[in-house]
T-cell receptor, first 109, second 115 residues
Framework: SQQGEEDPQALSIQEGENATMNCSYK?????LQWYRQNSGRGLVHLIL?????REKHSGRLRVTLDTSKKSSSLLITASRAADTASYFC?????????FGKGITLSVRP | DAEITQSPRHKITETGRQVTLACHQT?????MFWYRQDLGHGLRLIHY???????NKGEVSDGYSVSRSNTEDLPLTLESAASSQTSVYFC??????????????FGSGTQLSVL
């Protein structure tokens, strides 16, 4: 069964705009991770946030975690056409990752 | 550079045939995982291994098997391929069970079509 559920399923924005993607989950977790998948390729790890953390930054990425609401958000600032990809949240419980269905992000040049 | 390699990249087979998908990693990672990716379902865990001679069933293990005879390889076998097993298969690895906050490294995937 899917642990993480991303929202929205698809997002289309103009280059330079910010993209916000959300993830909700159902049970307690050790950490939450975000991955990116370019068309026809494997997933690539972007960022990890531990259950005792509330916010984390990495370059143009900002991730937040609200354990009381069992939700996380991924913000990509100043988006670029190269950010076009599918994005997945994954929840880690007992060193096993469970992935959501993904969000398709399209960044128009 | 260390990497994780899947082969073949594309495979077409017939129902009832046995098929083996290869996964080889050069990171010396203890943990290896097989996922399948389908539209509308995202990634689902098939089998995983935390070390040599260790294998465990995941969420969708029926019809699949794995064996771990060394650190580098975790081949996935479809005993008798079915059309429902048409999918994209991803292998992944991570470093250690004892550490927390393990991130996965993925291969490029195998597109399997069962006709």
């Amino acid at each position: 069964s899917q642990q993480g559920e991303e929202d929205p399923q698809a997002l289309s924005i103009q280059e330079g705009e910010n993209a916000t993607m959300n993830c909700s989950y159902k049970t307690s977790i050790n950490n939450l991770q975000w991955y990116r998948q370019n068309s026809g390729r494997g997933l690539v790890h972007l960022i990890l946030i531990r259950s005792n953390e509330r916010e984390k930054h990495s370059g143009r990425l900002r991730v937040t975690l609200d354990t009381s609401k069992k939700s996380s958000s991924l913000l990509i600032t100043a988006s670029r056409a190269a950010d076009t990809a599918s994005y997945f949240c994954a929840t880690d419980k007992r060193n096993k990752l469970t992935f959501g269905k993904g969000i398709t992000l399209s960044v128009r040049p | 550079d260390a990497e994780i390699t899947q082969s073949p990249r594309h495979k077409i087979t017939e129902t009832g045939r046995q098929v083996t998908l290869a996964c080889h990693q050069t990171w010396n990672h203890n943990n290896m995982f097989w996922y399948r990716q389908d539209l509308g379902h995202g990634l689902r865990l098939i089998h995983y291994s935390y070390g040599v001679h260790d294998t465990n069933k995941g969420e969708v293990s029926d019809g699949y098997s794995v064996s771990r005879s060394n650190t580098e390889d975790l081949p996935l076998t479809l005993e008798s391929a079915a059309s429902s097993q048409t999918s994209v298969y991803f292998c992944a690895s991570s470093e250690s069970l004892t550490g927390s906050d393990e991130k996965l490294f993925f291969g490029s995937g195998t597109q399997l079509s069962v006709l």
